[in-house]
C-alpha cells in the first residue's frame, strides 16, 4: 500500500515558478514508477510527467517539454515537479500516480491533488 500527499500548489503569475512535491508513506516507493497528472475544469485528466523508479528515464508532455522538470528522492519518499515558465493554461489540479508497469495506462496510486492557478 502506498498513500500519496501532493503540497505546493498555489496561485502563480503567468511567467512564473512553482515546485511540487508529492510525499508517499510505505517502504516499496522506491519500486515505483512516479507520474504527475493534471486536471482542468471540464477536461480529462491528462498526463503531464514521469520518471522511473531509479529516476533513469523520464517522460513529459510535449505541452510542458522544457518549461518542466520531474525529479525523485526515494531517500526521502518523495517526487518533485518543478514548474517554470508557467502559463495560463498551465491552470489544473495536479495529481501525483504510482505505476508499478511504467506506463500509467493503469494508475495503482493516486494523490488527493494539489491546486496550481496561473493568473494572466
Known amino acids: 500500500q502506498v498513500q500519496l500527499v501532493e503540497s505546493g500548489g498555489g496561485l502563480v503569475q503567468a511567467g512564473g515558478s512553482l515546485r511540487l512535491s508529492c510525499a508517499a508513506s510505505g517502504r516499496t516507493f522506491s519500486t515505483y514508477h512516479m507520474g504527475w497528472f493534471r486536471q482542468a475544469p471540464g477536461k480529462e485528466r491528462e498526463f503531464v510527467a514521469a520518471i522511473s523508479w531509479r529516476g533513469v528515464w523520464t517522460n513529459y508532455a510535449d505541452s510542458v517539454k522544457g518549461r518542466f522538470t520531474i525529479s525523485r528522492d526515494n531517500a526521502k519518499n518523495t517526487v518533485y515537479l518543478q514548474m517554470n515558465s508557467l502559463k495560463p493554461e498551465d491552470t489544473a489540479v495536479y495529481y501525483c500516480?504510482?505505476?508499478?508497469?511504467?506506463?500509467?495506462?493503469?494508475?495503482?496510486?493516486w494523490g488527493q491533488g494539489t491546486q496550481v492557478t496561473v493568473s494572466s
Open positions: 500516480a504510482a505505476d508499478d508497469s511504467g506506463n500509467f495506462n493503469v494508475v495503482d496510486y
